[in-house]
Each structure stands twice: as C-alpha cells, then as structure tokens.
C-alpha cells in the first residue's frame, strides 16, 4: 500500500509516496472534516450540513452524491492502488438511514494527531527525551493549523484548541532545555515563541530571565544507579569548588609541576591550579607529596636533559595514580597523557581508558566510597585529538559503571565541565546517554 501523509499544520494536504498531491478545496474540507472526527464514523449528512453550510433543510440526494464523489477522490488519492477494491483508508458504514465514513490513517501518519501524541509523550518522560519529542512535535508547524478550513464553523474548535497546544509545546521545550542547563537552546525557543505572543507578559519575564544567566552556565545532569549504589552527576563548573568529593587531576607521565612562565605547565591548566589553589604556589611541596606517592612506582624510563630542556626527566607508566592526601579530601592525580621532549602533552582514549581502570581503583582503594569530582580529562591542553567533550564524558562514565558493575568504587561521580568547555559540549547527547545507562 502506499506511504500516505496528512498535513493539516503546514501547505502540503497530502503526501503519497513522498510526493505532493493536488485535491480541490472541497474535498481538502471534507477530509479535514474526518480528521477532525479523529477516527470516529461521519455521516454523510453530518459531511454535507459541515462542508456545504446552507440553510437548514433536509439533505437531499443529489447532496449525498456530492459527499460521495469527493469521497471517491480522496480514495483514488489515498489508494491509488487498489482500484476498485474496498476501501481500507476511508471505509463505509452502511447504516440504516444514511452512510457513514471514517478515517483510518495511523495517528503517526496526520501530523495533527501526531502533534497532540508527541506533547502527550513528553509530559511524563525525562527532559532529555522531552527535548527528543518536543523539538518533533514543534517542527510539525509550518504555518496556520489548517488554515486551508479556517473559515469554516467545524473547524474553529479544532483550531482554538491547537494554538495555546503549540504555545504550551513551546514552553515545556524552553524548561526542557534549561532543566538540561541548555540556556542558549532555551533562549532561542523562547525569542521565536515571544515574537509569536508579544504581549504575554509571563513570556516576556521568562526571556529576561534567560538572558540574565551566564551563557556558560550549565545545569545538572544526574542519573542514580541503584543497583549500583551509585549516581552519575555532570555539572558545569569549577572543579576546586566542589565541596565534599575527592578530586581527580589529570598529569602527564613525568607529573611535571613548573608553571613558570607557561613553558612546561600552564598555569591556568588543572595541575597548575592544583599548585596555587591547593598548595599555595608552593611547588617544593607538592613535588615533596608527588615523591611520596610515587615512592612504590619504578620509572619506566629517565630521560636525558639534553632531551628533555624543562620539567621532570623520570616517567612513570602511563596510568599511574598519585594519591595526594589532604586534611579532608584526596586528590587523584593520574597520569593519562605523554610529556613529549617537546614539551607538548599528548593521549588518545585507549591511554584515557586505562588510566581510567587506574584511577578507579585508586579511588576504590583511598576514597573511601565517598563522591569523587573528575574534569573532562582530554579536553584541555593534554587533549585527546579528535574527540569531542561528549565522547570524553562518555568514556569517562562508561568505565567508572563497568567497574561499579564489579565493584563499588563512589556513592556519586562527579564529572564537572569547564565553563570555557560548555558552549562546545553537546550537553543534549550526553544527557540522553545518561538516560540510556541500564
């Protein structure tokens, strides 16, 4: 049979096939009519009193036939492949007193129906997935709903319901996106439904909400895992600033620690915050902490310094842990990257994934089953080429779950985005990720 689809929100009436088809006013209005009916029987002179608006009197024959004919049209249209056969998309009810026709198109396949189908859907799911069905539902408008029979009575109703559907549409779009921290996606909604109700004053305090919040803002992803006793949290933020977690730094093979003058480590990076946000500039001290931690691990190799111009000569395998302990919390500092002789830090997501295995089990080992905050290790200046900030928390969420799955390692895992990071973070993808953990 063919593929059919009913446009009643938009230009195009019909599809058949992916293409176009041409129908007259009258039969566009009585088909409409049946739509509207949502799949309950028509009379025919329910048909004709609605679409032949004339002054009450009885409905003739001749009036019938009229119903009848733009009946057959829109069965030639409909099923242009079953020619002669019955009717399966408009069948008759053969009543006592008058026939009686029906629409049987799927709900999917009329974009008025499917619209109401899709907001129902999004009212009782997860934001990420409201989005999903939202964005679908809102992109079924193009143009006037069914501005084609507007002028006509049996419409109106129909008509009146849709429009505040769409406004309400609009707005669970907009909270969607800001539950998932997506201010700029929900400013951009929210201007186009602004522009539609100018003067809706709820609508206006909204906008001027939104375009007070910080554009590298985020919100809170969170998914709980009880059958892991565990939760995933992804959160915009400063890694420093998140109370009650251990933290998780990402170092390069040598755990170089020089901030002068930016040649070997920056000092806006992670490991340079570690030494003036949590040692106090005091680098003869984390590098003390650093030898401690590093007492039980063997170098895989020491470098020459006619090789190697700055920094540390010993390296360590890539994946090794660090555990500095502080009064409250630990910082993890995990080796994922290579510290070219160049000077230039490099990893890849098999180096990340394994010492990812690592750090879990250094955290399973010291952390004491306590939150554990860690940034998007590749994302930064020791970045993994090629990879996305969402792939990384991905990667970085799948092998924290694989290893809860085994055995607990955190009550929480905190995977925090850097503000500078958010406005390139496809924060949509990685919620419906969390979405989809099992």
């Not at 109106?156 to 800001?178: D, F, G, K, S």
């Not at 305090?205 to 009880?226: C, H, I, K, P, V």
């Not at 010993?314 to 990257?337: D, E």
Request: glycine residues 8%.
């Amino acid at each position: 049979m063919s593929r059919v689809r009913i446009g009643l929100l938009g230009p195009t009436v019909v599809e058949v096939d992916g293409r176009a088809v041409k129908l007259t006013p009258t039969t566009i209005a009585v088909l409409a009519r049946l739509v509207i009916a949502n799949g309950d029987l028509v009379t025919v002179d329910e048909i004709f009193r609605d679409v032949w608006p004339t002054p009450a009197r009885t409905v003739r024959r001749e009036d019938r036939i009229s119903v009848q004919k733009r009946i057959l049209e829109l069965r030639r249209v409909l099923e242009p492949d079953r020619a002669g056969a019955e009717s399966l998309l408009i069948p008759t009810d053969r009543g006592a007193a008058t026939s009686a026709y029906r629409l049987t198109v799927g709900r999917d396949h009329v974009d008025l129906h499917r619209f109401g189908d899709l907001l129902a859907r999004a009212q009782q799911t997860d934001a990420a997935t409201a989005v999903e069905l939202l964005t679908e539902a809102v992109a079924l408008w193009r143009g006037r709903p069914l501005f084609h029979v507007e002028e006509y009575a049996f419409a109106r109703a129909t008509i009146a319901r849709l429009r505040p559907m769409h406004a309400a549409a609009c707005r669970a779009l907009v909270e969607a996106y800001q539950q998932l921290g997506l201010f700029d996606e929900a400013l951009r909604v929210g201007e186009v439904l602004h522009s539609e109700h100018p003067d809706d004053p709820g609508l206006a305090a909204m906008l001027g909400e939104l375009r007070g919040r910080s554009r590298t803002r985020a919100g809170t992803l969170r998914r709980d895992l009880a059958a892991l006793g565990t939760a995933v949290v992804v959160t915009g933020g400063d890694l420093f600033a998140q109370e009650g977690a251990h933290l998780a730094v990402g170092f390069s093979d040598t755990f170089d620690t020089d901030i002068t003058q930016d040649v070997v480590i920056s000092r806006t990076s992670l490991q340079g915050q570690v030494l003036d946000r949590l040692y106090g500039g005091d680098r003869t001290r984390l590098d003390r902490d650093l030898r401690n931690a590093l007492r039980t691990v063997d170098p895989v190799t020491v470098e020459s310094r006619a090789d190697k111009r700055r920094g540390k000569l010993a390296r360590y395998p890539v994946g090794t842990v660090a555990v500095l302990r502080g009064s409250s919390r630990q910082v993890f500092a995990v080796a994922y990257s290579v510290m070219g002789n160049d000077l230039v830090a490099r990893s890849s997501l098999d180096r990340l994934r394994h010492s990812l295995d690592n750090l879990w089990d250094a955290v399973d080992l010291h952390g004491r089953r306590e939150p554990v905050a860690v940034p998007v290790m590749g994302a930064g200046l020791a970045r993994v080429d090629g990879t996305q900030p969402a792939t990384l928390i991905t990667t970085i969420v799948e092998s924290f779950v694989r290893r809860s799955r085994h055995q607990p390692v955190s009550r929480e895992l905190r995977v925090v985005v850097r503000p500078e990071d958010l406005q390139r973070t496809a924060m949509l993808d990685v919620a419906s990720f969390l979405k989809g953990l099992p």
